[in-house]
């Protein structure tokens, strides 16, 4: 029997061209996006992905090496969704229609990798694809499924109203995994209120709050600056500084005396290489098995234009964060 047919609307049609599919993407939050609109994702944090949707910062900036991990995601998915075609025929599977967008909130999209079909014709669940190297493998250890591919799942299941999400997963270049996800309607209530109050933050173009991710960090400092731009803060500020100060001087004092201890585990060693405690080794002092290299570029430049010109890539430098006080000088975060 044929399969049938969601009644959820497409946005969108598969092979639609990259910029017409980044502008659709850019109006509402994927199953992608979620996990990290609520927090749950370890890679990124909300307030990247504001900067990213307010258009503030694009999504590349942040991770160089994410566009050849997604070119092989892309090389893989279909033989990935033919092996698991092959191991299921009580299913007929088929392909996404493309970017889905919810009937009563158009905000919430989704991009299914395939969909499962029973033969009576009703859809038995969404199909997803995801690769991984070696490092992966304990994550998805006892049949587990990280956390953030949870959150897609369920937000998948939410948008097409299906029952369970079949996960196949290849990690590490040769272990195949299959995952069963059901439907969990309490958590997927969870994770429509904060992606809603996430989307609000968009809406409304306010950044919801800064956590302390490195992360965070970096993102923030890839916000382009308007230079000459002053900023009256709230004086709820004159707490917070103090805050920091309080904290600088007290980090400061602990890194004198660890820096204390350190140096005199290096004279208990004396020429030892390695420090042992009941037997177990607890410190090493070890010089570096390759020599420190650095380069002059000034030099290459002014002697070899064309191989500076060829070799050496300059971008941007994100923004420094520095302070002034009355009394103490200046310090940088």
């Known amino acids: 029997m044929t399969p049938g047919a969601t009644a959820t609307p497409v946005v969108l049609p598969a092979g639609a061209d990259r910029d017409r599919w980044e502008r659709a993407r850019a109006a509402g939050l994927g199953g992608s996006d979620v996990a ?5 994702n370890p890679w990124r944090t909300p307030f990247q992905l504001w900067l990213e949707k ?18 092989w995601g ?5 033989v990935l969704l033919r092996e698991w075609d092959d191991q299921h025929p009580e299913y007929i599977l088929t392909g996404g229609a493309g970017i889905y967008a919810d009937r009563d909130h158009p905000w919430m999209l989704g991009n299914v990798d395939g969909l499962a079909w029973d033969y009576s014709g009703a859809l038995a669940g969404v199909v997803e694809v995801k690769t991984g190297g070696h490092r992966a493998c304990a994550e ?23 029952p369970r999400a079949f996960v196949v997963a290849l990690l590490d270049t040769n272990t195949y995994l299959e995952r069963v996800i059901e439907r969990d309607d309490d958590l997927i209530a ?3 209120d904060a992606a809603a109050e996430f989307w609000g933050y968009v809406q ?5 709050p800064a956590d302390a991710s490195d992360t965070t960090r970096r993102a923030l400092a890839r916000w382009p600056a308007m230079p000459g731009e002053t900023v009256e803060l709230d004086p709820l500020w004159h707490k917070h500084l103090a805050r920091r100060r309080e904290l600088s001087e007290q980090i400061k004092a602990l890194e004198v005396e660890r820096a204390g201890i350190d140096n005199r585990l290096r004279a208990a060693m004396g020429p030892a290489e390695q420090a042992h405690l009941n037997g177990h080794r607890v410190a090493s002092h070890k010089a570096p098995s390759k020599p420190v290299r650095s ?4 030099r290459l430049a002014a002697e070899h234009p064309d191989l500076y010109a060829t070799y050496v890539i300059e971008r941007p430098a994100g923004r420094r964060l520095t302070f002034s006080t009355p009394t103490a000088g200046r310090d940088q975060a």
């Open 36 to 40: 990290t609109a609520c927090g749950l």
């Open 54 to 71: 307010t258009g503030r910062v694009g999504a590349a900036e942040f991770d160089a090496t994410a566009v050849e991990r997604l070119r």
């Open 74 to 78: 892309q090389i893989l998915e279909p």
């Open 140 to 162: 998805w250890a006892d049949d587990h499924v990280p956390i953030h591919y949870v959150c897609q799942a369920q937000w998948y299941l939410r948008l097409l109203d299906a």
């Open 190 to 192: 969870d994770l429509v």
């Open 204 to 208: 409304r173009d306010d950044p919801p």
């Open 295 to 298: 380069l002059d570029y000034v």
